[in-house]
Nanobody, 125 residues
Framework: QVQLVESGGGLVQAGGSLRLSCAASGRTFERYSMGWFRQAPGKEREFVTRISRSGGIAYYAESVKDRFTISRDNAKNTVHLQMNSLKPEDTAVYYC??????????????????WGQGTQVTVSS
C-alpha cells in the first residue's frame, strides 16, 4: 500500500513557474515508477510525465516537453514536478500516481495503482 500526498499548487501568472511535490508513505517507494497526470474542468485526466524507479528515465507528454521536469528522491520518498513557462492551458488539478512497473511509457490512468488527492494549479493570462 502506498499513500500519496501532493503539494505546491497555486495561482501563477502565465510565464511563471511552480514546483509540485508528492510525498509517499511506506518503505517501498523505490519499487514504483511515478507519474503526474492532470485534469482540467470538463476534460479527462491526461498523462503529463513519468519517471522510472531509479529516476534514470523520464517520459513527457508533448504539450509539456521542454517546460516541465520530473525528478525523484528515493531517500526522501518524494517526487517533484518543476513547471516552467506555464500557460493558461496548464490550468488543472495535478495528481501524482504510482505504478509497479519500471521502464516504459504508460499513459493510461488504469495502469497506475495508487493516486494522490490532487493539487490545483491555476495559470492566469
Amino acid at each position: 500500500q502506498v499513500q500519496l500526498v501532493e503539494s505546491g499548487g497555486g495561482l501563477v501568472q502565465a510565464g511563471g513557474s511552480l514546483r509540485l511535490s508528492c510525498a509517499a508513505s511506506g518503505r517501498t517507494f523505490e519499487r514504483y515508477s511515478m507519474g503526474w497526470f492532470r485534469q482540467a474542468p470538463g476534460k479527462e485526466r491526461e498523462f503529463v510525465t513519468r519517471i522510472s524507479r531509479s529516476g534514470g528515465i523520464a517520459y513527457y507528454a508533448e504539450s509539456v516537453k521542454d517546460r516541465f521536469t520530473i525528478s525523484r528522491d528515493n531517500a526522501k520518498n518524494t517526487v517533484h514536478l518543476q513547471m516552467n513557462s506555464l500557460k493558461p492551458e496548464d490550468t488543472a488539478v495535478y495528481y501524482c500516481a504510482a505504478d509497479g512497473r519500471d521502464v516504459g511509457i504508460y499513459r493510461s490512468t488504469t495502469q497506475y495503482d495508487y493516486w494522490g488527492q490532487g493539487t490545483q494549479v491555476t495559470v492566469s493570462s
